[in-house]
């Protein structure tokens, strides 16, 4: 089984025992927008120029660059305080990277009551797709305060770290064009971000 594969089960089975009631509680609709802040990203490419010379690239990049995104979500309260939820919609992982997401995630709302105002965690892992592109790591980890609105309806206010494996297009400073498929040989780059969000959820 694969380290990231792992340090999620891990991480979720810690959330999953946390103290609370063992009964099962409602189905979770949401949906979250939320503007994500990259600040840097490790980089890493190897190509083939047009004249067939071999090029490697490693670079650290400061990103200075805002994205957004918007999700919604469907879960299962599979204990008093903890939901277990599916999530998909569009994120901008970073300048130039966007990307269907397909995550898990696990929130714990840390109320006695857990319908009551209050604070809540969350983790988040899973995959991130692109047109014409490898598959995507996607983490996220986060703090929310619950607002509600009415018996059934409430609002998140959440700020999260988010990081990606991504694997972007190659830029070819030498021929003044993107790499072409054929040509490239490997590109990867480790990215991380901030993320505010706003979440409704019923």
């Known amino acids: 089984m694969k380290l990231h594969v792992r340090i999620t089960l891990a991480a ?9 009631s063992a009964s099962p509680g409602n189905f979770r609709f949401g949906a979250e927008w939320g503007v994500l802040y990259n600040f840097i990203s490790l980089e890493k490419s190897t190509f083939i120029t047009a004249d067939r010379y071999l090029v490697e690239s490693s670079n650290v990049v400061r990103e200075n660059h805002i994205n957004g995104m918007l999700t919604v979500s469907a879960g299962y309260d599979i204990r008093n305080r903890v939901c277990i939820s599916l999530c998909s919609g569009y994120l901008g992982a970073k300048k130039g990277e966007r990307m269907v997401p397909l995550t898990l ?10 319908e009551d105002a209050g604070s809540l965690v969350f983790i988040e892992s899973g995959a991130g797709f692109r047109k014409s592109s490898q598959i995507s790591l996607l983490y996220r980890a986060g703090y929310g305060y619950r607002i ?5 309806v409430a609002v998140n206010v959440n700020a999260s770290a988010l990081f990606s494996l991504s694997h972007p297009d ?29 979440a409704i959820v019923f």
């Open 12 to 20: 979720i089975l810690l959330l999953i025992a946390v103290p609370g």
């Open 105 to 114: 995630r696990t929130t714990v709302r840390l109320t006695q009551n857990p």
């Open 148 to 152: 509600p609105i009415t018996g059934t």
């Open 170 to 198: 190659v830029y070819d400073k030498y021929s003044n064009q993107m790499v072409s498929k054929k040509n490239l040989g490997m590109s990867k780059a480790f990215n991380s971000g901030i993320l505010l969000s706003l």
